[in-house]
């Protein structure tokens, strides 16, 4: 197994990059594997690609990219049983197969043993291969997790082993899941926990960061797919984390923020980074074939003091509204992700899918906006009511005292 030891900057700068090219070919492989009960028992989410290298006929190397993965299927995963661990058994294109086991050794689990093996049969993917037939490399990973912790590694993890590189990241996956619940309590990765060790040097004063009350600035975000815009957002965004007792509020600087994302026919992500958030993840999803809301949210916040604040809840519904149109919500808006963490909105519109020709198609307002309209409205019409009646009576009153009009 070899490991690329990367300078932590240059790592930093890998985590952006390996962002940006995220966008461009989304492909998220999730598993959620149940027992006979219907509990779940191994939750993961993650995204992966290989580059493998192979002799041809003519003794020349050839070197083949496998991405994005079609045709997945996840045939084989199981929760395990008194004696095994549970694995993850993925096809995908053809010929393809990866595995992965887990092992609990009690107050910890293990992601054990990856195993990949592809077959150079496939003609098409291994023109004029030497040696034809199924090829397996594995790997002992070893990485261990505190029970009912769910391990988190948002970097680039790359193996290296005879003809093929391994690359992993935006890894989100929990074995021996306690009583069917996904934990939210998450074990980063060494590559995630050292990208924050370099973030005290960034903040300027670590010990006296004033609480902002003023208002966050209002940012204009995008996402781009192809050469067409699929995502836009505007919102300002202040968050709100409770940390040990500690209310932390931070305002997004929208100058200074990264903007990620992807946008699939039924999910579409949006993801923002600076040097205090080493990501803000919103994801999207499609209820009924006909309305969109926010359905998940992950955070991991940089702290004034240098610890690192992270948390995701993915059964949110927030900022709800029919397919083709955006979400408005002009007045401060309080979105809960989590007891500790909240995030208050300013002037936002959002528009997930069906983003056409890169403008916001029309706006479904927050209950909050309506009533700001709706209460002038009423008072306005009852005003102008009161005083139509006023002056008719005036001038009732007037004709009935005076005789002539030009006293008017
Ligand atoms: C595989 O993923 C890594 C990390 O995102 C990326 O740098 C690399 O270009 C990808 N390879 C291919 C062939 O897409
Ligand atoms: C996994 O599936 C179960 C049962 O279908 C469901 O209750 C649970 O919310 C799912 N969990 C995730 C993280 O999707
Ligand atoms: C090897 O063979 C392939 C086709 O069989 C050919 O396209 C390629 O140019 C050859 N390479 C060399 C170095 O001769
Ligand atoms: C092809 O790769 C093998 C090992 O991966 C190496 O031993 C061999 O020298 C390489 N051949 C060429 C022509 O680069
Ligand atoms: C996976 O299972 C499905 C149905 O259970 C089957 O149609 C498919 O062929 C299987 N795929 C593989 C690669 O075994
Ligand atoms: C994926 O499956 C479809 C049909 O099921 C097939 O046409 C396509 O060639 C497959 N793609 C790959 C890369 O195997
Ligand atoms: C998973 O574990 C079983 C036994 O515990 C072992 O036989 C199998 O080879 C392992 N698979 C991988 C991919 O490591
Ligand atoms: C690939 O293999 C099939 C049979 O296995 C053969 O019919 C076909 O001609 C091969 N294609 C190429 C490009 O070599
Ligand atoms: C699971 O349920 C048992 C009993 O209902 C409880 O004692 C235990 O704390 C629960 N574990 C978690 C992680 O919620
Ligand atoms: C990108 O734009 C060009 C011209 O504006 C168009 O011809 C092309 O089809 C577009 N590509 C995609 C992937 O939308
Ligand atoms: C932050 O959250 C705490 C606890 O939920 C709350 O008391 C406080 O008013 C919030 N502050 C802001 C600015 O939203
Ligand atoms: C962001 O940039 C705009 C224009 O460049 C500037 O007016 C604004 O003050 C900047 N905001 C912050 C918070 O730096």
Redesign the pocket.
Known sequence: MVCFRLAPVLRVKLFLVCLALGAAQPFTLELNLTNSEKATCLYAKWQMNFTIQYETTNNTNNTVNISPL??VTYNGSNCGDDHTGPKVAVQF??GFSWNVNFTKETPNYSIDRISFSYDTKDNKTFPDAKYKGIVTVSDAVAVKIPLNDIFRCNSLLIYEKNDVVQHYWSILVQAFVQNGTVSREEFLCEEDKSLTTIAPTIVPSPTTTPTPKERPEVGNYSVTQGNSTCLLATMGLQLNITHDKVASVININPNTTDVTGSCQPKTAELKLNNSDIKYLEFVFAVKNENRFYLKEVNASIVLANGSVFSTANNSLSYWDAPLGSSYMCNKEDTLSVSEAFQINTFGLRIQPFNVKEGVYSTAQECSLDDDTILIPIVVGAGLSGLIIVIVIAYLIGRRKSYAGYQTL
């Open positions: 079609d045709n294109r053809s």
